[in-house]
């Protein structure tokens, strides 16, 4: 497992259009992902230490968005042979086991991760309402163990793009493993 660092990617910058498939076979359009005050998109997977570690903050912040208007769906580009703790099967086994209540959808090709200039799992993505990009960074200051955090990052990111307010100036890079490319 190789960590690596979320890159910078220009605020801004839209949503990429796409139609994913979650666990259960349905598609899914980004265009119809975002919620009235935005979208929430983390590009993750089931194995990786650092993703695992953050998977219950984001499943918890999903609900209390999901009551600002923000929607979250995760993605799994990691749909590899070599990786069948990340195949479908296992999506649907972390979705029951976990109590992921927003869509987890299947990155089969790796397109939207490559449209997204995604690194590592997890990288996260935070788009408002037009689709823009609002922040793109870490949820917190600690990710390995949630009762050493002293700073959160999302939850205010997500509360000042609900209020009409500027993105943070300061966007910390995400950290994880880096995503199972099929032609690496």
């Not at 994913?20 to 992902?33: C, I, P, V, Y």
């Not at 086994?93 to 991760?113: C, H, M, N, P, R």
């Not at 997204?116 to 390995?144: E, F, M, S, V």
Request: charged residues 25%; proline residues 7%.
């Amino acid at each position: 497992m190789a960590l690596v660092a979320s890159i910078h990617v220009g605020l801004g910058s839209q949503v990429p259009e796409f139609e994913l498939k979650d666990a259960d076979g349905e598609a899914h359009k980004s265009r119809d992902l975002i919620g009235s005050k935005g979208l929430l998109l983390v590009v993750t997977c089931n194995h990786c230490p650092y993703a695992i570690a953050v998977w219950p903050r984001v499943i918890r912040h999903a609900k209390a968005f999901r009551d600002l208007g923000v929607n979250t769906a995760a993605i799994n580009p990691n749909i590899h042979p070599d990786y069948p703790e990340d195949s479908i099967p296992a999506m649907k086994e972390k979705i029951a086991e976990w109590g992921i209540d927003f869509l987890y959808l299947a990155d089969e090709s790796q397109t939207v991760a490559k449209a997204l200039d995604a690194q590592c799992t997890p990288d996260i993505y935070l788009y408002d309402a037009a689709g823009a990009l609002y922040y793109h960074g870490r949820i917190d200051d600690y990710w390995k163990d949630e009762a050493k955090v002293t700073a959160e990052e999302l939850v205010p990111a997500v509360e000042a793009m609900v209020a009409g307010k500027p993105a943070p100036q300061t966007q910390h890079p995400t950290i994880g493993c880096s995503i199972k490319w099929h032609d690496a």
